[in-house]
């Protein structure tokens, strides 16, 4: 059965200052994607970013990056130049390709300090 | 684009009632919309998968008759609690996938439902 796993349940981070939030999975299928979501105050779930397995580029949203290590079974994101905007909880999640349904991490709830 | 829309946002019901939350998918077709519910500063327990014109699969430990779900069309997928009692409320959210394009492994998620049983 695959698992994520997020070890960092609360996070802060100084207003223009780099943060990253980690993420770890297991599984021994080789076609699956990971999924970074935010869901701030409104309780609204925004997806932050995505990273198919099989590519070995990490994806890039503006000030949203990750580093994704297939062979480690890691996927932190890094926020550059932090906002007071990204202060929300941050969802880790896995699919397997084909199933359609996600598996979540526990959370990381960011705080950004002004 | 790839919007979801809930409704209602917030609902407060007599225990014993029944309650029915829409889910839509505004600009794209969708052919499997999933729910979920959350309780406070917890993650997303997925409670059952819907797919147009099928019937929904739940989850272990989610009971089917309490948890009504109807996906009569591919923009629209309901969920209705039967006979609501208080350990009931929650926040119900759900989400949808795109068919038939690109990305359609991703999940737009609806701005979620508080349902709070009294």
């Known amino acids: 059965a695959q698992t994520v796993t997020q070890s960092q349940p609360e996070m802060s981070v100084q207003e223009a200052e780099t943060v990253t939030l980690s993420c770890t999975y297991d599984?021994?299928?080789?076609?699956?994607?990971l999924f970074w979501y935010k869901q701030p105050p409104s309780r609204q779930m925004i997806l932050v970013i995505r990273?198919?397995?099989?590519?070995?580029q990490n994806a890039t949203e503006n000030r949203f990056s990750v580093n994704f290590q297939k062979a480690a079974k890691s996927f932190s994101l890094k926020i550059s130049d932090s906002q007071l905007g990204d202060t929300a909880m941050y969802f880790c999640a896995f699919t397997l390709s084909g199933t359609y349904k996600y598996i979540f991490g526990t959370g990381t709830r960011l705080k950004v300090l002004a | 684009g790839a919007v979801v829309s809930q409704h209602p946002s917030w609902v407060i019901c007599k225990s014993g009632t029944s309650v029915k939350i829409e889910c839509r998918s505004l600009d794209f077709q969708a052919t499997t919309m999933f729910w979920y519910r959350q309780f406070p500063k917890q993650s997303l327990m997925l409670m059952a998968t819907?797919?147009?014109?099928?019937?929904?699969?739940?989850e272990q430990g989610v009971e089917k008759d309490k948890f009504l779900i109807n996906h009569a069309s591919l923009t629209l997928s309901t969920l209705t609690v039967t006979s609501a009692h208080p350990e009931d409320s929650s926040f119900y959210i759900c989400s949808a996938r795109l068919s038939g394009r690109a990305y359609q492994e991703t999940q737009y998620f609806g701005p979620g439902t508080r349902l709070l049983v009294l």
């Open positions: 599984t021994s299928e080789n076609n699956y994607y």
């Open positions: 990273q198919e397995a099989y590519k070995q």
């Open positions: 819907s797919n147009e014109g099928s019937k929904a699969t739940y």
